[in-house]
């Protein structure tokens, strides 16, 4: 049997090799995309996916070019919400073409590929170890989505991220640093844009923590935060007309970032995220204007002069 020792270099795996084929493809992949921007918190259920989604589609409806990747594998939520579940994957002109909702936004979902009764699974080497694995794994299919799919001309690309601090960061290290030095969105190793993080929070103390926690470990690295969200920012009333309180005020964040603005929850937008029906009349109601905000406050925040990597 050999040994650790006994490998030499990369034990012939050309493993280097791999990795820079890898780069150039999803660097040649995203050649055509102004601003990758990742929507993550660290905390689950706080509303990345429903932002991401309706953000879009604002964006979208002052005519940008937009798609998204959901990259939460194991608990996509983007196919369903954009009514993309079940949609076919068929080639295009050089790579595979990307689903699209009716709206014309992109979005690639492990939920149009696998059914929710069933799990994605990470295969392991042995039994007991696929903990080992599964960054890896994770990774190396986030690189192959990015590398196969036809991203085309896009001024953002969104990424719906799954939660945990620490994957948070794993996904700012695989897109790539911010080491600009001419001020304009490129990232040196990729070839392509550098990734900005948009982070979401709910004004709750549990949340608040999660998402400190968060921006600590992304501060920690040269990534670009632009700001955060903070959603369910009180309950919108149909009945009465009003947002009333959903949380103790007293939850409110201070993350030590820039707001972007508040999202109220409003249940008529819960269930056309279940249902994946278009925001179209949405504009027109308190969460429909917040959103509306919100998503010219990205744009702002993603034109504005870059700050020198710390
Ligand atoms: P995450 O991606 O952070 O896990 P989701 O976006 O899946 O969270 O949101 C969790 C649930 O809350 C979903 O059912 C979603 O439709 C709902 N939700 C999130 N934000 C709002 C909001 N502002 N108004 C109404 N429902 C919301």
């Known amino acids: 049997m050999k040994r650790y020792s006994d490998i030499v270099g990369d034990g012939g795996s050309r493993i280097l090799e791999q990795v820079a084929e890898q780069r150039a493809r999803i660097a040649d992949g995203l050649a055509g995309v102004r601003h ?19 953000l879009a589609s604002a ?24 009514g993309v579940q079940g949609a076919v994957f068929v080639p295009g002109s050089h790579k595979v073409a990307l689903p699209r909702t009716a709206n014309g936004i992109g979005v690639f979902s492990m939920g149009s590929v696998i059914p929710e009764s069933e799990a994605l699974d990470f295969e392991s080497a042995a039994h007991g170890e696929s903990h080992t694995w599964r960054a890896t794994r994770e990774f190396a299919l986030l690189g192959e989505i990015l590398g196969s799919f036809e991203w085309g001309e896009l001024d953002l690309l969104m990424f719906d991220l799954p939660p945990g601090a620490e ?20 990232d040196v190793a990729l070839g392509g844009p550098r990734v900005s993080f948009l982070l979401v929070t709910i004004p709750s103390e549990v949340a608040r923590g999660v998402v ?26 149909r009945d009465c007309n009003a947002i009333k309180p ?28 279940d249902r994946g029906i278009s925001l179209a ?16 406050q990205l744009l702002n925040s ?7 990597p710390r």
């Open 59 to 82: 964006l979208r409806a002052r005519g940008l070019r937009i798609a998204i990747l959901d990259a939460d594998f194991n608990g996509p939520s983007q196919a369903r919400m954009a």
């Open 302 to 308: 993603l034109e504005s002069p870059l700050e020198p």
């Open 246 to 273: 959903l949380f103790d005020s007293s939850g409110g964040a201070d993350l030590a970032i820039p707001c972007l603005g508040t999202v109220p929850f409003d249940p008529e937008l819960a269930r056309r995220c």
């Open 167 to 186: 994957r948070t960061v794993q996904y700012a290290d695989f897109l790539g640093p911010f080491d600009d030095a001419q001020g304009r969105p490129f």
């Open 212 to 237: 400190a926690r968060s921006v600590a470990a992304l501060s920690k690295g040269p990534n670009r935060l632009l700001g955060y969200v903070e959603n369910m920012s009180g309950y919108y009333c």
């Open 281 to 296: 009349d949405l504009p027109e109601t308190p969460v429909g204007r917040a959103l509306d905000h919100v998503a010219q």
């Open 36 to 54: 990758l921007v990742a929507v993550g918190s660290g905390k689950g259920g706080v509303g990345k996916s429903t932002l991401t989604l309706h």
